[in-house]
């Protein structure tokens, strides 16, 4: 109960607080100031979508493949050295990726979204990975025992599965992803990254705001995207969520 | 009929070679239910394992309906064969009915079809289809779980079966109720099956042949009565237990011990006449009286008989307790300790009297097969 009472207490004050906030916008006509930059907004929130769908969707094109074929008994021996490397990579900075592939790739959309990639796919092959290792070796002998082939053991039992935990690795992987798109701005992409920086180098506070209350929300919405399609999507009998 | 013929299982460890199965040979007739039974690690799940190829036999060949599997298609193979693991294995993702379908789908069956055999094998395992078909595998418990683990294996109708502890997870109850469907089912189904267990008391009543294992060797292949009867060495003697004479009892039914003719007298019979006919058939204690259905209504006592004149309607006792046909020994020898009796009135199907068993008749043939091969030790010698 105490606890319940905090976080009630708690939701008041952000109601509260969110309402004055309101309010003090609202008065000192920031509102109208930001609304200046609505059409520069709408263009890059399409370009930064664009850059977060191109390296997204093909880290996932790229990655659970990846990820089904290291979970191979026959690739045991490779795969643990594999996600090793996989692993090391993840603790390099997203900008880093993004000036080492500037240096191969040169400027421009390429070069963003290979980097962007780069970054998108480790989470997913690691979830995908671990996901297929996770089902338990007793339905796999029953798959097999029962008759099934090893590709429709993989996508009649393996998979659907693995499907939660390979979700939460694509909703990890891609809301990172559209909160680290603003990068690839300084490697001359576009994108909402556009407003914050050259809003930060002109010490233009609203400008700033206008490129990251965007990019808040474009991650925040892509997570919950992703959350409805999981639910609907992953089977009810390997739902935690729809237990 | 499943054949084995030296099958063979060496594991290669860090530790050196552990032979699991040695040198197996054995058959099962068609249409029976054949146990695997030892102690653990000796070598059952692997032997099961290597007749559907889920573990590769390092040498010997495995035979079904007389043809060696050696040359069939892995897959083939397995969807002829009914396999339910040790621990159930249903597929979470996928519904009651789904999991049971699996199978016939494999083979192509049309949807209609499936979809029927699903319901009528919900009802063939005593669940009931609409409440549980459209159920996932989480929302059921574990003797339900397991019920649907034997479903599945048994959707496409094969005609070999492998259940490695089928009901090992089931409270003894359960296990029970679960055992007596099962071989009611298996009455009609007459699949060939290897049923691997660790209790003696599932082995007795489920085997057609039991088939004894320790480390690896196959040490004594039976029906379960020439077991019990006959254990071949100390091992399987001492693995049966002290008490597996009383075991045997589990195996005899009332009708195979049952004296037909026994006497009686009616209500309206005088106490005399049934004094005299308890003397006619050397009746120490008492004599039962029967309604014009010849069922029982009553026991006439010795004495009462003796000392009372009258006629028998008048003069009787309740009936303590009654032996049916099919009950097995072991209940009819549980009846009579507790009722402190030392034969009981046998009644069929309609409860008719037919027949008398008596604790003589059990000890008898408990101690005949004893004496035959004492006979024989003397013969030999
Ligand atoms: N994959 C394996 N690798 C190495 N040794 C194994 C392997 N599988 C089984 N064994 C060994 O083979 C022997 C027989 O194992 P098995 O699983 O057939 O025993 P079991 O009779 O089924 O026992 P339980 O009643 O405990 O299930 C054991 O000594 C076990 O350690
Ligand atoms: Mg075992």
Redesign the interface.
């Known amino acids: 109960m105490p606890l319940q009472n905090m976080r009630g207490a708690l939701r008041l004050l952000l109601i509260i607080f969110v309402f004055v906030a309101g309010v003090w916008v609202q008065a000192s006509g920031t509102i109208e100031e930001l609304l200046f930059y609505l059409p520069d907004v709408k263009y890059l929130v399409g370009q930064h979508l664009w850059l977060t769908v191109m390296s997204g969707g093909l880290a996932i094109l790229v990655a659970i493949p990846l990820g089904i074929v290291l979970s191979r008994p026959s690739m045991a021996h490779l795969a643990e050295s594999v996600m090793q490397v996989l692993n090391v990579g993840t603790t390099i900075p997203t900008l880093a990726v993004l000036a080492l592939s500037m240096s191969f790739l040169g400027i421009g959309t390429l070069p963003a979204v290979f980097g962007l990639f780069v970054a998108t796919l480790l989470p997913i092959t690691r979830n995908t990975y671990a996901g297929l290792k996770g089902v ?1 070796p ?2 796999r ?9 090893p590709l ?1 053991r993989l996508f ?2 393996e998979l ?2 693995a ?1 939660y935990v390979i979700f939460a690795g694509i909703r990890t992987a891609l809301t990172i992803n559209v909160g680290t798109v603003p990068l690839a701005f300084l490697i001359g992409a576009g994108g909402l990254g556009e407003l914050i920086f050259t809003g930060i180098d002109l010490y233009d506070p609203l400008m700033m705001l206008a490129g990251a209350i965007p990019t808040a929300l474009l991650a925040i919405s892509v997570d919950a995207l992703i959350a409805t399609t999981a639910f609907a999507v992953v ?4 739902n935690p969520s729809r ?1 | 009929m499943i054949r084995l013929d030296n099958l063979t299982k060496v594991f290669d460890t860090p530790k050196g070679a552990v032979t699991a199965a040695d040198q197996i040979t054995m058959e099962v007739p068609a249409g029976e239910i054949c146990i695997l039974l030892g102690p653990s690690g000796c070598g059952k799940t692997t032997s099961l394992k290597m007749i559907n190829r889920i573990i590769r036999p390092t040498s010997g060949k495995v035979f079904i309906n007389g043809e060696d599997t050696t040359g069939l298609n892995t897959q083939e193979l397995r969807r002829n064969i009914g396999y339910v693991i040790q621990q159930i294995g249903l597929f979470p993702n996928m519904t009651i009915e789904e999991n049971i379908s699996v199978v016939p789908k494999l083979l192509g069956w049309d949807k209609t079809r499936y979809k029927e055999r699903a319901r009528e094998l919900m009802r063939m395992i005593a669940l009931e289809p609409d409440a549980f078909l459209k159920r996932y595998p989480s929302e059921l418990s574990g003797g339900q779980q397991q019920r649907i683990g034997v479903a599945r294996a048994l959707a496409a109708d094969p005609p070999v079966m492998l259940m490695d502890e089928p009901f090992g997870a089931i409270d003894p109850i359960n296990r029970a109720v679960i055992q007596d469907e099962f071989l009611k089912m298996q009455q009609d189904l007459k699949k060939t099956i290897m049923f691997v267990s660790h209790d003696i008391d599932e082995a007795i009543k489920m085997g057609d042949h039991i088939a004894i294992f320790r480390a690896g060797r196959l040490e004594q292949y039976s029906r379960p009565d020439e077991l019990l009867a006959n254990p071949k060495d100390e091992f399987v003697e001492s693995f049966l237990g002290e008490d597996r004479a009383l075991k045997r009892l589990n195996l005899v039914k009332v009708r195979d011990l049952a004296s037909e003719n026994v006497a009686t007298v009616l209500p309206e019979e005088d106490l005399q006449t049934a004094l005299n006919r308890m003397d006619d058939h050397g009746y120490p204690g008492s004599i039962m009286m029967v309604n014009d259905r010849h069922q029982p209504v009553g026991v006439v006592q010795r004495p009462v008989a003796q000392t009372t004149k009258g006629y028998c309607r008048d003069h009787f006792e309740t009936v303590p307790t009654m032996a049916r046909l099919d009950d097995d020994l072991r209940k009819v020898a549980s009846l009579m300790f507790a009722h402190d009796m030392t034969w009981l009135p046998c009644v069929d199907d309609n409860g008719r009297l037919c027949g008398q068993i008596t604790q003589r008749a059990i000890t008898h043939h408990l101690g005949s097969r004893y004496r035959v091969q004492q006979a024989e030790t003397i013969a030999e010698v």
């Open positions: 338990s007793a339905l002998e029953a798959a097999s025992g029962i008759g099934m082939a429709q009649k039992v659907p599965n499907l089977p009810r009998g390997v237990a």
